[in-house]
């Protein structure tokens, strides 16, 4: 059971430059996350999508697209790169109910010269 | 703006020590929720507390929910190097699909 899978791992991209990152999960979980991760911050939520075909914005969701591409992926863009979102970039997915249960992927390190 | 504040940021103790990690906020959560994260891997949960008051233990790990529900604290009983990591809280907006993190705490066991 591979849970959830991102990525590339790593990526150093110029600024101006595009790219996504990719994120699929196993789990048949209706609820998907992108977050950032920076020193002395946590994590914090970029987009986040409660069911196929809908995406909300987060807390930092400037500079970032997403699509919801069907029920396993969830994608997240950078059109124009900013040295400001070197980062690193997780993606989640949620069980449903009670549990409320996060399964993150092993993160997608970007940095932007 | 960062609606979950932990204190200490960072924290180095011997083996065999006990430690206490806070989580305090203005904001009252739906529930709160304690993660553990290691290097160059994603966080990984460890409880959830939803009812104010609310204790849960977890091995040598106490969990506290504060009674308003906007603060709670994680306590390590006997700390060995194998607890190293940081430990992230996260509340849980009411709708329940937004979780709203803290700034986290680098904790390191030295044998």
């Known amino acids: 059971n591979a849970g959830v899978t991102q990525t590339p791992k790593f990526q150093v991209l110029k600024t101006g430059q595009s790219m996504t990152l990719q994120c699929a999960q196993d789990m048949n979980h209706n609820s998907m996350y992108w977050y950032r991760q920076d020193p002395g911050m946590g994590l914090r939520l970029i987009y986040y999508?409660?069911?196929?075909?809908?995406?909300d914005k987060g807390e930092v969701p400037n500079g970032y697209n997403v699509s919801r591409l069907n029920k396993r992926e969830f994608s997240l863009r950078l059109e124009s790169a900013a040295p400001s979102q070197t980062s690193v970039y997780f993606c989640?997915?949620?069980?449903?109910?009670?549990?409320?249960?996060?399964?993150f992927g092993a993160g997608t390190r970007l940095s932007v010269l | 703006t960062q609606l979950l504040e932990q204190s200490p940021q960072f924290l180095s103790i011997q083996e065999g020590e006990n430690l206490t990690v806070y989580c305090n906020s203005s904001s009252v959560f739906s529930s709160l929720q304690w993660y553990r994260q290691e290097p160059g891997e994603g966080p990984v949960l460890l409880v959830t507390v939803v009812t104010g008051g609310e204790v849960k233990k977890l091995k040598r790990l106490t969990f506290q929910f504060g009674d308003a529900r906007k603060d709670s604290s994680l306590h390590i009983t006997a700390a060995q190097p194998g607890d190293t990591g940081l430990y992230l809280c996260a509340g849980t907006s009411n709708t329940g699909n937004q979780f709203y993190f803290g700034t986290g705490t680098s904790l390191t066991v030295i044998p």
């Open positions: 999508s409660a069911s196929e075909g809908t995406t």
């Open positions: 989640a997915s949620r069980t449903s109910g009670a549990k409320n249960i996060q399964y």
